[in-house]
Structure formats: structure tokens, C-alpha cells
């Protein structure tokens, strides 16, 4: 397989954890270094593990997952984007929800990374070494993430708590696309 095959579906792979990292960069709490640093590693790191999973899987277990991996990523988004829109909408705000820590951060993690479990399963298939691919994948995730926070800062700067409905809205529509595309 080559570096722009690879690269290409690194590219793919990379757009929901872009997107999230977008809407979580509208947020106050988001801007820095280190949250920035925090979004991009695990998106990054998540999508280098699942091909290594979905790779080592084998058929068995992949067509189980597959089958429902779409339902899982579209409730764990939605779950995150209701609480984006609930704490930005709601008139005594309390603490933001950090997608940056904890499990929101997990959450988030895996659901933008389920469908990278389904192209380590495929290179198996394929014959093709996990390694590399994975490794790729995860530095353009992480690449597009850092990026995704910085474009969602000035956007939050500049469009305030409104932009933290749009983000929660934004998680929710990437989960609805992710199902209407499996079924």
C-alpha cells in the first residue's frame, strides 16, 4: 500500500475527530496549549489503536462489531453534543463540560475512531503490515485535531457561547451522518 493510499484514508478517517475538535475549540476552557495538546493526542492515538485492533480482531469479532459500530459512535456524539447544548443554553451556568478530560475526552475518542477498527480489518484482508498505516493515520489525526482547535478558537472568540450550541449541534449531525451512512 502506498503513502498516498494511506494518507487518503488517514485523510478520511481523520474528518470526524476534526469536526469535534472544531466544535470543542469553541469553547473557553479549550483554549491553550494543553487542551489542545490533550484533544489532539488521544484522537490521534485512538485512531492509531483501533486499525491495530480491528487488525488483530479477525473476522469474528469485526462482523459483530460492524454491525452495530455505527449505533454506538451516533449515541456516544449525541450524548456529548445534548451536554454541549445543555451547558450552553442553560440561564445559571455552572462548569463547562471539558471535552478535553476525562471520560467526555474517552467518549469522544472512541466514537470517532470506531470506523478506523473496520480498515484495520480490512488490511488484514488485505495482507497488508498494520504498522505503518496505523502510524500514519494517527499523526494526521492528530495533525487535522490540533488544527481543528485552533480554527474552532477564533471561531468561538468571535461568535461566543452561541458557538458552543453550534459545536454540540455540529457532534450530534456528525453521529446522525454516521448512521444514515450504514444504513
Same mark, same amino acid.
Given at each position: ?10 485523510? &478520511? ?8 475538535? $472544531?466544535? @470543542? ?9 494543553? =487542551?489542545?495538546?490533550?484533544?489532539? *493526542?488521544? *484522537?490521534?492515538? *485512538?485512531? *492509531? ?5 480491528? +487488525? ?14 455505527? +449505533? $454506538? ?11 454541549? /447544548?445543555? @451547558?450552553?443554553?442553560? =440561564?445559571?451556568?455552572? =462548569?463547562?463540560?471539558? =471535552? ?7 467518549? %469522544?475518542?472512541? @466514537? ?6 473496520? $480498515?484495520?480489518?480490512?488490511? @488484514? ?5 498494520? +504498522?505503518?498505516?496505523?502510524?500514519? /493515520? ?28 453550534? &459545536?454540540?449541534? $455540529?457532534?450530534? %449531525? ?10
Amino acid at each position: 500500500m502506498e503513502i498516498l493510499e494511506i494518507a487518503l484514508i488517514a485523510l &478520511g478517517l481523520a474528518m470526524d475527530a476534526f469536526a469535534v475538535c $472544531i466544535a @470543542a475549540g469553541t469553547l473557553e476552557i479549550i483554549r491553550g496549549v494543553r =487542551p489542545t495538546f490533550r484533544l489532539a *493526542f488521544h *484522537f490521534g492515538l *485512538f485512531q *492509531f489503536l483501533m486499525p491495530v485492533i480491528g +487488525w488483530f480482531a479477525g473476522i469474528k469479532i469485526a462482523s459483530h462489531v460492524q454491525a452495530v459500530d455505527h +449505533w $454506538i459512535a451516533f449515541g456516544l456524539l449525541v450524548f456529548v453534543g445534548v451536554r454541549m /447544548i445543555r @451547558a450552553a443554553l442553560d =440561564p445559571e451556568p455552572g =462548569p463547562q463540560v471539558d =471535552p478535553s478530560r476525562g471520560m467526555t475526552l474517552v467518549t %469522544l475518542s472512541v @466514537a470517532t475512531s470506531i470506523d478506523a477498527m473496520a $480498515i484495520g480489518f480490512s488490511l @488484514a484482508m488485505l495482507g497488508v503490515s498494520i +504498522w505503518y498505516p496505523s502510524a500514519v /493515520i494517527g499523526v494526521i489525526t492528530g495533525a487535522l485535531c490540533t488544527l481543528g482547535v485552533q480554527l474552532g478558537g477564533r471561531l468561538g472568540a468571535r461568535f461566543g457561547q452561541r458557538m458552543s450550541v453550534v &459545536g454540540g449541534a $455540529i457532534l450530534i %449531525l456528525i453521529g446522525l451522518r454516521i448512521v444514515t451512512t450504514q444504513l
